[in-house]
């Protein structure tokens, strides 16, 4: 209902119901600026690097995988190996720097969580993913100074991007309906995947090139993206679909009737004890950190085993690094839609939804895994299964990646922060943890210690996530004396640019 008082002053309304789409879309590019400010160097630092004065064959390889067989995936004779890099990093070396991004990003990702709770989600998200991007355009600099200082840059932009992923938590927690949670919010995370897959084989191609000096290139242009999304993410994006200039009355009242949270209200303090006290808060952080592992493996050190192992050539390297996430794009976009689509019909309940794909995604990601380590070199095989593996990880986006919505919309932003700092540990642990395995002897042996603890890992965390984590929203999230009403009339209102509407027609 409209407010007559306000009728005058009312600007023409927008006839397009789709502001939650936009900002989907926008959230969509936000994850693909993230991750591919993130993973450019771990494709990067395979032409960095002088790998003629760091791999010694007889020393450090077993020469398993023959350079013999031509063709497209497999090591060929045909092999043209990259001109050496500028730089002597030790494997273990070149985990540091990979893992340095981590050590800022465990940092601030609870600031990140409660800064969007109490402030603005908006601007804490925009300007830690645009300092990240400008500290990228800077690093091709400081990895020329002194290695020291690009330790450092990466670790700044691990600081800066840290309040990004709790961020963007508070902000779906506000914007998106639970009758289109899975599906919209499956889409903003495709630009994890999408960001992996444009720039891993994009970063290969710039480095085998001479565009703006070869390997820099790939810094350049993925922070120059960064900085223009910024500027239409300020322009587009709003806190919360109640104070969206454009969005219709009719799309709000949709978007707020169909959630658990309450857009007028102002949260009290964090209830940090009851939150440590909670056991499904519990099994979904180990969930959360057998999973982080896996990715973090994956997706920083793949490059890696397949240059040094396999022999692939950089740009075809960069390609079949990131295949799979476009592959695990597909299917988690699809099992949203499909499972959003189920539980509207009541054929199922969001708990099973959320074991279900959450079994699927471990099991199935560890079985790729497991068949990598019975590959041997057969180059095809390695890319089946590591495609099977992570496509099949494209569960996880209605499994436990929905689970801290479930347990406290109110709260997702912290609860985010809280796992994300705990999981996003391995993001410089699994490094470390590989070049230490691979420091003296790159084989295939070596490599498979390194899957095998992604194989345990994430069996074990899936049995944790089906014991003890569940969907129904926690005392301590729900406890009325917890919400300060900010405006109440008779009957309860909220307040919107275009009028006042009754909670009854919200």
């Not at 601007?123 to 091709?140: K, N, R, S």
């Not at 897959?197 to 085998?208: F, I, K």
Request: hydrophobic share 45%; net charge negative; aromatic share 12%.
């Amino acid at each position: 209902m409209m407010d007559d008082s306000s009728s005058q002053e009312m600007p023409k309304q927008s006839t397009f119901n789709g502001m939650r789409y936009l900002f989907t879309l926008m959230g969509f590019f936000g994850y693909f600026t993230v991750y591919a400010v993130r993973v450019n160097i771990n494709v990067a630092i395979v032409a960095m690097v002088n790998s003629t004065a760091v791999y010694h064959p007889s020393e450090s390889s077993s020469g398993e995988c023959k350079v013999d067989t031509p063709s497209f995936l497999s090591n060929d004779s045909a092999y043209d190996p990259p001109a050496d890099g500028e730089f002597v990093w030790s494997p273990n070396m070149q985990g540091v720097i990979l893992g340095a991004f981590y050590y800022g990003y465990c940092i601030t990702q609870i600031p990140g969580g409660r800064l969007s709770e109490m402030y603005s989600a908006k601007w804490v998200y925009g300007i830690g993913t645009f300092i990240t991007a400008l500290l990228t355009l800077v690093t091709p600099l400081a990895a020329r100074w002194h290695v020291g200082a690009l330790i450092f840059i990466r670790a700044m932009e691990g600081l800066a991007q840290g309040v990004t992923m709790p961020a963007m938590y508070s902000l779906m927690g506000r914007w998106l309906p639970d009758c289109e949670k899975g599906l919209l919010s499956a889409i903003i995370y495709c630009g994890i995947n999408m960001g992996t897959v444009v720039t891993m084989p994009l970063a290969g191609l710039l480095c085998r090139s001479d565009f703006m000096g070869g390997w820099p290139s790939a810094f350049y242009v993925v922070g120059i993206f960064g900085c223009v999304w910024f500027v239409a993410w300020c322009l587009l994006v709003t806190d919360s679909p109640v104070n969206h200039p454009y969005i219709t009355a009719k799309e709000l009242k949709y978007i707020t009737s169909n959630q658990k949270i309450e857009q007028n209200v102002e949260l009290p303090p964090i209830p940090w004890l009851k939150i440590l006290k909670s056991v499904p808060f519990w099994g979904l952080l180990i969930t959360q950190i057998g999973n982080d592992w896996a990715f973090y493996t994956i997706v920083n050190d793949l490059p890696t085993f397949f240059g040094t192992i396999l022999h692939i050539q950089v740009e075809k390297n960069g390609f079949l690094s990131s295949f799979p996430y476009l592959l695990q794009t597909a299917v988690g976009t699809l099992v949203a839609y499909v499972t959003d689509k189920m539980m509207r019909k009541g054929l199922t309940t969001t708990n099973f939804v959320r074991k279900f794909c959450n079994t699927v995604s471990s099991v199935g990601t560890a079985a790729g895994l497991i068949g990598v380590c019975l590959a041997g070199c057969d180059v095809r095989l390695h890319v089946a299964f590591f495609t099977s593996s992570l496509a099949l990880g494209g569960f996880c986006t209605c499994g436990y990646m929905l689970s801290h919505l479930d347990l406290s919309p109110e709260y997702a932003g912290t609860l985010m922060g809280i796992a994300n700092t705990v999981s996003n540990l391995s993001g410089f642990l699994a490094p470390q943890v590989v070049g230490s395995l691979t420091e003296e002897s790159q084989t295939l042996h070596q490599w498979h210690i390194v899957f095998a603890i992604s194989i345990v890992m994430m069996l074990t965390t899936s049995v944790v996530f089906i014991a003890f984590v569940t969907t129904e929203k926690q005392p301590w999230a729900t406890q009325e004396p917890q919400y300060t009403v900010l405006e109440q009339t008779e009957p309860l209102q909220i307040q919107h640019k275009y009028g006042t509407m009754d909670k009854g027609d919200v």
